[in-house]
């Protein structure tokens, strides 16, 4: 069983002082789950029967990292669980703390383990990619030995901003933003309860008005909570006492604007850059313009945006049509010297030529292939033939003797050595898409020619044995 904390020790058995704070406090905060089955969202570790359900169940949580975008829960579900396990809950803001204070509060947890009437310590640390190395490092010792139950709460993929010994010693939560519906459950609770919500006002809402704020939250609770509470009490206010009606206008202006996760540089930036360059690569244009508008509409610099339409001509279009690679590089120019909102519009038309484009990536494949064999087998040297011999001296060498000028042929092609015949590899394998079509056709041809030559020189090599 989980020990009983005190009223005196344990902040979450609310005094009046406490009471009196939190009643000022704004709905989003007086709204926050008291049980796990208050909490909502997240179904996928925290509802029944999912892993974080049947560690509190078993008594057996360890320390956690919790990731996700803003208000989807994370401090929320940190309360929940101190409640849960009867443990003391101590907050730290990484930005505003230091080694000082995580020292203080690891001593206290210590000292409260060992005393007669102590109890457990949950450690939450909002923002803990702030936190720097040293400062990570120094929870270590009191994590691993369960001095502390540490949750940290970050926006920010942890494996790349959280240090490795710390995530050994946790585990990973991935929290995803709230769903339309889990807002709209929110919205109406609050509307509904009379102590903690927004119950003691006679408010008629509209469903449409709500599922506006669902929707315009883009799955920030928070954000969602916040809007209704300035909706209602602008309404209360003027009604005097009256009932009054939430209308999707006033629920439209409360929100103002859309909420838009994204964060520029983090994993937001890099899952929308990957999402736009798969659309394309997979032929999808309806897909590829609107993972282009997440990326607008949140910020995203234009320079960037080109910068993947151009890598994915090359890389999944290359030569089953070049034009491709032509738009794409426009399409930098253009951003890096006209900038948004204008161009969105070349960036829309380069982004969904490319999607629509025959798909190859036969050329990206052969320098894949190639600079693979010269970092690990024997590089090759230069054919005499092919080496240069604009100098004087390179005929002593025999610098480019043998070479053939292949437009002296009326085909404009000769057969002869270029690539060596220690490696005689084929690099290029065009598909049998778009352009590559007919490159794949004359390269086969120029291949016949070579066969034929060889044939013919095999067949008077034997005529000149047999004499």
């Known amino acids: 069983m989980y020990p009983m904390p005190t009223k005196d020790d344990n902040p979450l058995f609310a005094s009046s002082e406490q009471a009196a704070i939190e009643a000022q406090a704004p709905l989003a905060v007086r709204m926050r789950p008291q049980t796990l089955d208050e909490f909502v969202g997240q179904q996928h570790f925290a509802g029944p029967g999912q892993l974080l359900r049947r560690m509190l169940e078993a008594d057996r949580l360890t320390s956690l990292i919790f990731y996700g975008p803003p208000g989807c829960g994370k401090t929320s579900l940190a309360r929940v669980i101190a409640r849960h396990t009867r443990s003391r809950f101590c907050y730290l803001s990484a930005p505003a703390a230091g080694v000082k204070e995580i020292r203080e509060i690891t001593a206290d947890a210590r000292a409260r383990l060992v005393s007669r009437s102590g109890g457990r310590t949950l450690l939450f640390i909002d923002e803990i990619h702030r936190f720097n190395r040293a400062q990570q490092d120094v929870l270590l010792d009191d994590v691993e030995n369960g001095v502390v139950t540490l949750i940290g709460a970050t926006t920010e993929n942890p494996y790349f901003s959280v240090n490795s010994p710390l995530i050994s010693r946790s585990t990973v939560f991935q929290f995803e933003p709230l769903s339309i519906d889990d807002i709209t459950s ?6 509904a309860e009379p102590q903690r919500g927004l119950g003691q006002y006679k408010i008629d809402a509209d469903p449409a008005a709500l599922n506006l704020l ?6 920030d609770a928070r954000r969602a909570l916040t809007a209704l509470e300035i909706a209602v009490l602008s309404l209360a206010k003027a009604a005097s006492g009256k009932p009054v009606h939430l209308t999707v206008e006033i629920a439209k202006e409360s929100v103002q604007k859309k909420s838009i996760q994204y964060d520029g540089s983090g994993d937001t930036h890099y899952d929308l850059a990957s999402a736009l360059q798969k659309s394309m690569r997979g032929s999808d244009p309806d897909a590829t313009v609107y993972w282009l508008a997440r990326m607008i ?17 090359a890389e999944d279009v290359g030569n089953a049509d070049p034009t491709a690679t032509i738009l794409a590089a426009a399409a930098v120019q253009i951003a890096e010297f006209v900038g948004l909102p204008e161009a969105q519009l070349h960036l829309a038309q380069a982004a969904i030529y490319v999607a629509c484009a025959p798909k190859s990536n036969a050329c990206s494949s052969a320098i894949w292939q190639a600079v693979a064999d010269v970092k690990s ?4 040297p230069v054919p005499p033939h092919l080496r240069d011999a604009h100098y004087s001296g390179a005929e002593k060498l025999g610098h480019g003797k043998g070479y053939v000028y292949p437009h002296n042929s009326p085909d404009g092609f000769v057969p002869q050595d270029y690539l060596g015949q220690d490696l005689g590899k084929q690099y290029y394998r065009p598909k049998n898409l778009g352009r590559e079509k007919a490159i794949q056709a004359y390269l086969q041809t120029l291949r016949d020619q070579i ?17």
């Open 214 to 219: 669902a929707v315009l939250c883009d799955g």
């Open 451 to 467: 066969q034929e030559l060889r044939r013919k020189s095999g067949r008077k090599a034997d005529g000149d044995k047999a004499e």
């Open 297 to 313: 509409a949140g910020g995203e610099d234009p320079r960037f945006i080109a910068r993947r339409i151009a890598v994915c001509a």
């Open 186 to 191: 929110l919205l109406k609770r609050a509307l």
């Open 377 to 380: 087998g024997r590089t090759i």
